[in-house]
C-alpha cells in the first residue's frame, strides 16, 4: 500500500518554517497518543502516530526533507523507513515537548514513557581555506579540543568495570518529578542526577576521568573537503563532537571559509573574470589568452567590442558541491582608455580623429 504524503499527514506545506512543522506535528502528537486512545481504537491511534512520528522524523531534518521533495518515498527505499519506531530517526515524541518525558501513564492512564539516549554535545570550528582548494576539493587535518571517552576505562567510568544499582532511582535511570498546576498534579520524567540517567553506579571511579568516562582532550581529526564547496558552508563529521559517558557521540559542523582571489570572482558554480582591452586590439580584434581554472584559454575577440561586453565559456567554471554539473566562465570586456599619451600616440590619434571626421 502507498505511503501518505508527509506533508499531508502532518497538514502543513513545503514552504512551511521548522517551527510550524514542528507546532503541526506537537498537535497530533497529542491527539493520535496511544495513551488517549479508546479502548476500542487503540490500533487505529497507533497507526497514525506512527505515520505522524514517521513524517516529523523527516520534515524537520533538512537533508531528509530535501531527499524527499526531490525524490518522495524512494529516497528512502531499502531501509526499513526514516526512522524506526516512533522515534523516528533518533528522536521522537520526548524530544518536542522538552527537557523530561511527560509521564502519560500517568496522566491519561495506562502506558509509560521510554528512556532517552544521552548525546553529546555538537562542536563548531571554522576553517579558512585558499579558493583554488574550495574549487578542486583538499583533505584538512585540523586540531580541537573535546570531551574524548577516557582510554583507561573505556568511557565506563569505573576503574575496574564493577558497577552498582544507583539508589536514587533503584537502577532506572530516571526519576518522577511531581509539580503543581492549575490543572492538577503533573508527574514528568528527568534524568537521575546522581547516575546521570545511567541507572548504575560506579563502585570504584576511574581516577584519569574521575568517574565521567571522559576526559578534555585535543585531538587531531582529518576533515575531507569536497570540491565546489562555497564560503561559509558547514561539513558535518558524524561523531566528531563530545563523547558522553553511556550515550551517542555529537558531531562537528565545520564552518568553512574561503578567501578571496586575485584573478577570478564566484558567483554560485560561475567564474566571472575583468579583461582589460586598449583601444586598438578592441577595435582591430584579436586572440588573447586568458586564465581559467582549469589553464589558460585562447579566446577570439571580435572587432569593435565595445566595453561591457561578456563572454561565455562553457563548463569552465566550479563543479557543484553536491554533484549538479559544473558552472561556466564569463569573461567581462574592458575597454581602457589611456590616460597618458606620448607625442606619436598624440600625433596617430589626432590623424584618426580628422579621418572620423
Do not use: W
Not at 530535501?66 to 519506531?85: C, K, L
Not at 500517568?106 to 583554488?132: A, H, P, V
Amino acid at each position: 500500500m502507498a505511503k501518505k504524503d508527509y506533508y499531508e499527514l502532518l497538514g502543513v506545506s513545503k514552504t512551511d518554517s521548522k517551527d510550524s512543522i514542528k507546532k503541526a506535528y506537537k498537535k497530533l502528537a497529542l491527539k493520535y497518543h496511544p495513551d488517549r486512545a479508546p479502548e476500542t481504537k487503540k490500533e487505529e491511534y497507533e497507526s497514525k502516530f506512527k505515520e505522524i512520528s514517521e513524517a516529523y522524523s523527516v520534515l524537520s531534518d533538512d537533508a531528509k526533507k530535501s531527499q524527499y521533495d526531490s525524490h518522495g518515498h524512494s529516497a528512502f527505499d531499502g531501509r526499513s523507513g526514516p526512522g524506526h519506531g516512533f522515534g523516528g530517526g533518533g528522536f521522537g515524541f520526548d524530544d518536542i515537548f522538552g527537557g523530561g518525558d511527560f509521564d502519560f501513564g500517568n496522566i491519561f492512564g495506562g502506558g509509560r514513557s521510554r528512556q532517552r539516549r544521552k548525546m553529546g554535545e555538537d562542536l563548531q570550528y571554522r576553517i579558512t581555506i585558499e579558493f583554488e582548494e574550495a574549487v578542486f576539493g583538499c583533505e584538512k587535518e585540523i586540531v580541537i579540543e573535546k570531551n574524548e571517552s577516557c582510554s583507561s576505562c573505556d568511557g565506563t567510568g569505573s576503574k575496574d568495570k564493577e558497577f552498582s544499582n544507583c539508589l536514587k532511582c533503584g537502577g532506572r535511570g530516571r526519576v518522577i518529578i511531581e509539580h503543581e498546576t492549575s490543572f492538577g498534579r503533573l508527574r514528568q520524567e528527568a534524568a537521575c542526577d546522581e547516575c546521570e540517567g545511567d541507572g548504575k553506579v560506579s563502585k570504584n571511579k576511574c581516577k584519569k576521568c574521575s568517574g565521567r568516562g571522559v576526559v578534555f582532550e585535543k585531538k587531531k581529526i582529518k576533515i575531507k573537503i569536497p570540491r565546489g564547496i562555497d564560503n561559509d558552508q558547514v561539513i558535518r563529521v558524524g561523531g566528531g563532537g563530545n563523547d558522553v559517558k553511556g550515550g551517542i557521540s555529537g558531531d562537528l559542523m565545520v564552518v568553512v571559509r574561503v578567501k578571496p582571489h586575485d584573478v577570478f570572482q564566484r558567483d554560485g558554480n560561475n567564474i566571472i573574470v575583468d579583461l582589460e582591452l586598449n583601444f586598438s586590439k578592441a577595435a582591430l580584434g584579436c586572440k588573447i589568452s586568458i586564465p581559467t581554472l582549469h589553464g589558460d584559454e585562447k579566446i577570439k575577440i571580435a572587432p569593435g567590442v565595445e566595453s561591457g561586453t561578456i563572454l561565455r565559456l562553457r563548463r569552465k567554471g566550479v563543479s557543484d558541491v553536491n554533484g549538479y554539473g559544473v558552472g561556466d566562465q564569463f569573461v567581462n570586456i574592458k575597454v581602457i582608455t589611456p590616460k597618458k599619451l606620448n607625442r606619436k600616440q598624440k600625433k596617430l590619434f589626432n590623424e584618426l580623429a580628422k579621418l572620423e571626421e
